[in-house]
């Protein structure tokens, strides 16, 4: 398992690292990618909702319902 891998494993178990794109501020890089010092560490997921819908959700939350 890569040094990246290990380090994201044991801050939040439960993750497939495989699986997930990760950066360091703003950056992708590979999951071999070797920490430094104050590097911070992201982990992209993928959209639940694309920002349209997620838009047409808050707008409907926001109106209100009329029977």
Do not use: H, N
Not at 35 to 54: F, H, N, Q
């Amino acid at each position: 398992m890569t040094p990246l891998c290990v380090r994201i494993l044991s801050d939040v178990p439960g993750l497939d690292v495989e699986t997930l794109a990760v950066g360091i501020f703003a950056r992708r890089v590979t999951l071999d990618y070797i920490l430094k010092a104050g590097d911070r560490v992201e982990i992209y997921r993928p959209l639940t909702m694309s920002p349209v819908e997620a838009r047409r959700w808050r707008a409907k939350l926001k109106t209100p319902q009329l029977d």
